[in-house]
């Protein structure tokens, strides 16, 4: 069965410096690739997602991940972090061809002026 | 389109209760699915649904039952409420192939039970 681990369950980043959040995967074969947010309060909403096509994905609010086989991991980063990024991140894992995908622990993102 | 919707938001039981956490959607998805998220944890699939009529237990099943009449609603029930239900459950749903179709959640209900 597939799984991602995500590793640091919070990370603090300074407004304007960079942002990396880490997930690893695990998979016999390729998987679909999520990143999703949850802003305080809310449901989940999708960032970007990895289904097979180029391997560096760009979702929305500037964040990109890229899939890297040999490494099993789909890094989330965006160059210049905000105040408004401060959220919880959820990688979520599903084999090709499934509509249930497994969660990661969330990694909370703190950013401090 | 109000997308996926859930009520209440929020819901304190006492122990031996039962409620019904209602969940509607209005984009036509086939796939349905129930989680709870507790702190630290992730999201943990309780039931799923691929259509009317058709139901199936996830990751963690126990003290819920579900049921699915109708493409729009997809209602959760929790028989005989206990402290370990006490959690944030999300509702969400999607088209056939998460490769071309995404996942949409609701706003959540935050359910304590004392």
């Known amino acids: 069965a597939q799984s991602v681990t995500q590793l640091g369950s919070h990370v603090s980043v300074s407004e304007g410096a960079l942002v990396l959040l880490r997930c690893n995967y695990s998979?016999?074969?390729?998987?679909?690739l999520f990143w999703y947010v949850q802003y305080p309060n809310q449901g989940l909403q999708l960032l970007l997602k990895y289904t097979s096509a180029a391997t560096l994905v760009k979702g929305i609010n500037g964040f990109e991940a890229e899939f890297k086989k040999s490494e099993t991991s789909f890094h989330l980063t965006k160059p210049s972090a905000h105040m408004s990024d401060a959220a919880e991140y959820f990688c979520a894992v599903s084999e090709r061809g499934s509509y249930i995908p497994t969660f990661g622990r969330g990694t909370s993102l703190i950013v401090h002026p | 389109n109000a997308g996926v919707t859930q009520t209440p938001k929020f819901r304190i039981l006492k122990i031996g209760q039962s409620m019904t956490l209602q969940c509607a959607q209005d984009?036509?998805?086939?796939?349905m699915y129930w989680y709870r998220q507790d702190p630290g944890m992730g999201l943990k699939l309780i039931y799923y649904?691929?259509?009317?009529?058709?139901?199936d237990k996830g990751e963690v099943p126990n003290g819920y039952n579900v049921s699915r009449s109708t493409t729009e609603d997809f209602p959760l029930r929790l028989e005989l409420a206990a402290p370990s239900q006490t959690s944030v459950y999300f509702c969400?749903?999607?088209?056939?192939?998460?490769?071309?179709?995404?996942?949409?959640f609701g706003p959540g209900t935050r359910l304590t039970v004392l």
């Open positions: 998979s016999s074969v390729p998987p679909y």
């Open positions: 984009m036509n998805h086939n796939y």
């Open positions: 969400a749903s999607s088209g056939r192939q998460l490769s071309t179709d995404t996942q949409y």
């Open positions: 649904s691929v259509g009317a009529g058709i139901t």
